[in-house]
Structure formats: structure tokens, C-alpha cells
């Protein structure tokens, strides 16, 4: 194996350990349960600032992270991500907190496409018809999910809009994955900290309820090191690749609120589903059509 080879293999490993870890997330959560949501969340936010800043320190990567700092070119818009990543992290522990892990991953599921729809509206990007045909194929059974699950259609789709502005966001802004998750955690730690303060359930009324904080350190590790990865893959892997393995998180958590924790799933929701899928079968068709021809091209130079 050569070290291109090794690279690519290691893409490979780095891709799917993150979709695991984002796919077993609920059950995780569900451990958790006693907690308010908004309450774990500033947990997570507190526990992951302290995980990267200890990497930061081994990487001896401070200094050059407090001059970042100073350059408000980068803070803005990393002010932004981290506004749209709490959204989205308070959305998803909601979701499965209320038992609505089958709408949080129908939200996951529709991010690439509308992260496509971004490229459109705001890069310039042009669609061919495969993939135009993907994208109203896909947002029509998000359309018919609305008719048959009205209550739960705004987590699925805050979900989608606020990952799929997040990715934007960090495509466009002029720092690595490391120090750009550093700092978004930095911006939102002076809230957290004083909620996480003042909504503490302490003292709590039984041994079995203290149990689940020893958990919360787990947060910080759960919520960075598959954040690092992905960003690791997504160097390592083409776009192709990096976006047929995005679909394995929002898999497992289908899987994991059919199966594991017994949600309702209707007929009309079923149909939705389908109709997703259908659109994602036609987005990753295309893609791996492209990519064939992009190869052959390469090839016949």
C-alpha cells in the first residue's frame, strides 16, 4: 500500500467513525434524559471547549489561536457558526429528548441537498437536470411530510437549514477545524457557563439521578472528536465519497428510533421517507456518474 493509498484508507476510517458517533448520538442522549435539553447543551458546549483547548495546548497551537482572535475577519463569521450550530444542537437533543429521533434524522438526511440549494442561490453554482430533479423530488416528500406530521416538519427542517448554513459558513471562512471549532465554543461559553449556572438541577433528589453526570465530560469528546474527523476526511476523501458516507449517521438514527425506541412511523410518513430516498438515489446516481466521467477524462490526458 502506498502512502496515497494509505491516506485514502484513512479518509475512509475517519468518515465512517464520525457517521457512527453522529448515528449512536440518541442513545447516548436517552442516557441522559433527566436533563433539560438546553441545560445538556451548555454542558456540551463548556465540556468541548475544554476538549480542543487541551489539544491546542499539546499542539502547542495557542498563541497562534489567540492571534486569530485579533482578526475580525475571521471572528464574524465564526460568531455566525456557532449561532447556527447551537440552533442546531439544541434542535437535535429537543428531537430526541421528545422521542422525535425519526423527524431529526429526515432533517440530516435532506442537509445535502439543501446545502446544494446554497451553492445555488449564493455561490453561483449550477445544477444539471439529474440534479435539479433530485432536489424537488426530495424537498416534495419533505412537502408531504408536512401534510402528515406538522408537528414535528419545523425540527426536521431547522435541522437541514441550520447544518446546511453551518457547513457554508465554515467552507467560506478563512480558518482550520480545529481552531474554528475552539473558537465557536469560546464565543458561546460566557452564555452557557451562566445558564449552566443558574438552570443547574443541583441538588438532585437520589444517587440513581446524580449517576448521569459523570456522563456529561463524554460530551465534549462526543460532540468534538467526530467534528475532527469529518474535517480530517473531507481532506483525504473526494466530495463524492465524503457525500455518500454522510448518509450512514442519519441512517443509524432512523434505525435507532424505529427499531431501538419504537416511534410511530405511519403510512404517510413512510411515503415521505420514500420519496427522500428517491431523491437521494437520483443526487448520489449523478454524483457517482460525474465523478466516473471526471476519471475517465483525467485518464485519457
Not at 70 to 83: F, L, Q
Not at 216 to 228: D, K, R
Request: proline share 5%.
Amino acid at each position: 500500500m502506498n502512502e496515497q493509498q494509505r491516506l485514502v484508507r484513512n479518509g475512509y476510517i475517519a468518515a465512517i467513525a464520525s457517521g457512527l458517533v453522529w448515528g449512536l448520538l440518541p442513545l447516548y442522549i436517552r442516557l441522559l434524559g433527566g436533563l433539560s435539553p438546553l441545560w445538556f447543551v451548555a454542558q456540551r458546549i463548556l465540556w468541548s471547549l475544554l476538549f480542543v483547548a487541551i489539544i491546542l495546548i499539546c499542539r502547542r497551537e495557542i498563541a497562534a489561536f489567540f492571534a486569530l482572535l485579533r482578526m475580525p475577519k475571521v471572528v464574524m463569521p465564526m460568531a455566525i457558526s456557532a449561532v447556527l450550530i447551537v440552533l442546531n444542537w439544541s434542535t437535535y437533543v429537543y428531537a430526541v429528548s421528545l422521542h422525535h429521533i425519526l423527524a431529526a434524522s429526515l432533517g440530516y438526511f435532506l442537509n445535502p441537498l439543501m446545502s446544494v440549494m446554497l451553492g445555488v442561490v449564493f455561490l453561483g453554482e449550477r445544477l444539471n437536470r439529474s440534479q435539479w430533479a433530485a432536489v424537488i423530488v426530495a424537498f416534495s416528500g419533505a412537502a408531504l411530510l408536512a401534510f402528515s406530521a406538522l408537528d414535528t416538519l419545523w425540527i426536521s427542517l431547522t435541522l437541514a437549514l441550520t447544518f446546511s448554513l453551518y457547513s457554508f459558513v465554515r467552507k467560506t471562512a478563512p480558518i482550520e477545524a480545529l481552531p474554528g471549532l475552539a473558537m465557536e465554543t469560546l464565543i458561546l461559553a460566557p452564555p452557557a457557563l451562566v445558564y449552566a449556572l443558574l438552570a443547574a438541577p443541583w441538588p438532585a433528589g437520589t444517587q440513581s439521578d446524580t449517576s448521569v453526570y459523570w456522563l456529561l465530560p463524554l460530551s465534549g469528546i462526543i460532540t468534538s472528536v467526530p467534528l475532527l474527523l469529518f474535517s480530517y476526511s473531507a481532506r483525504k476523501l473526494t466530495l463524492t465519497t465524503l457525500g455518500l458516507l454522510q448518509y450512514l449517521a442519519p441512517s443509524i438514527q432512523f434505525l435507532i428510533g424505529l427499531v431501538v425506541f419504537g416511534e410511530p412511523f405511519s403510512g404517510a410518513k413512510l411515503a415521505s421517507f420514500l420519496i427522500v430516498w428517491a431523491g437521494l438515489a437520483i443526487y448520489t446516481w449523478d454524483s457517482i456518474r460525474r465523478a466516473g466521467v471526471a476519471r475517465s477524462s483525467a485518464i485519457s490526458r
